[in-house]
């Protein structure tokens, strides 16, 4: 099948095709890390606005204050989300073709620290230098995983396949952000507004506003990685 073009229609119908193709795994995705993020809600009675959910790892005061349990659970689940991000990511690359059949787990870690560092000190440096890192890097964790690329390298290599396609990646994930949020909202604020704000139902639906976002935008990273990528590596690497 002839590979779509790299622009932002095409970063956008590839998001949705990897999405399609490996429905499956992105609602088994979603669902459980649905589960496991609602957890400090439904057990400790943790509103959403009291804790992070995308890594786990942030705890905070209100979370500290319903003892030990709450902060184990916090970790446990923060390790657990992690784990299931990786495998998810490694899942949707191997869609594409993009798998060495190594455990890259170690390496996708290290670059999320280092990544999640770069990006935030980008953000604080006006916020548009932040926006930069995030279009340039939208492929190296897929380099990471897919790939034997180390860590470093693929900050560069990432930054060289999005050189000139910048504002398409851009716009098309602008697109997809608006879009999720206006589809998702129009199911989570009647059930908000029906369960209450702060109720341990509408914590959950949040989290599985996050997470729906977590998934389609692990898409789209791929998707960017895919069509612009030379796919000669890749398909040496899946018959090896």
């Not at 590839?14 to 957890?39: C, H, K, M, Q």
Request: net charge neutral; aromatic share 14%.
């Amino acid at each position: 099948m002839k590979r779509r073009d790299a622009d932002f229609s095409g970063f956008l119908g590839e998001t949705f095709a990897i999405l399609r193709d490996a429905a499956p795994w992105v609602a088994g995705y979603v669902l459980a890390l649905t589960v496991l993020n609602s957890i400090p809600a439904l057990a400790f009675g943790v509103t959403q606005s009291e804790y992070a959910v995308s890594w786990g790892f942030r705890i905070d005061s209100n979370i500290i204050n319903h003892g030990v349990i709450a902060v184990l659970a916090m970790l446990a689940i923060g390790i657990v989300v992690f784990v299931l991000q990786y495998l998810f990511f490694a899942h949707i690359l191997a869609h594409r073709g993009f798998s060495n059949g190594r455990n890259r787990f170690l390496g996708f870690l290290g670059f999320s620290i280092l990544s999640g560092l770069g990006i935030a000190l980008g953000f604080l440096l006006l916020v548009i230098p932040g926006i930069i890192l995030l279009v340039r890097w939208i492929a190296a964790s897929a380099f990471i995983v897919g790939t034997d690329t180390k860590i470093m390298d693929a900050f560069g290599r990432s930054w060289d396949l999005t050189r000139g396609k910048g504002w398409p990646i851009f716009f098309a994930a602008v697109v997809l952000g608006i879009s999720i949020t206006v589809v998702f909202g129009v199911i989570a604020i009647p059930a908000t507004a029906l369960l209450g704000s702060t109720s341990a139902g509408a914590t959950v639906v949040e989290v599985l506003g996050q997470n729906l976002y977590s998934a389609i935008f692990v898409a789209f990273s791929t998707g960017v990685f895919y069509l612009l990528n030379d796919n000669t590596e890749a398909v040496s690497e899946v018959f090896e």
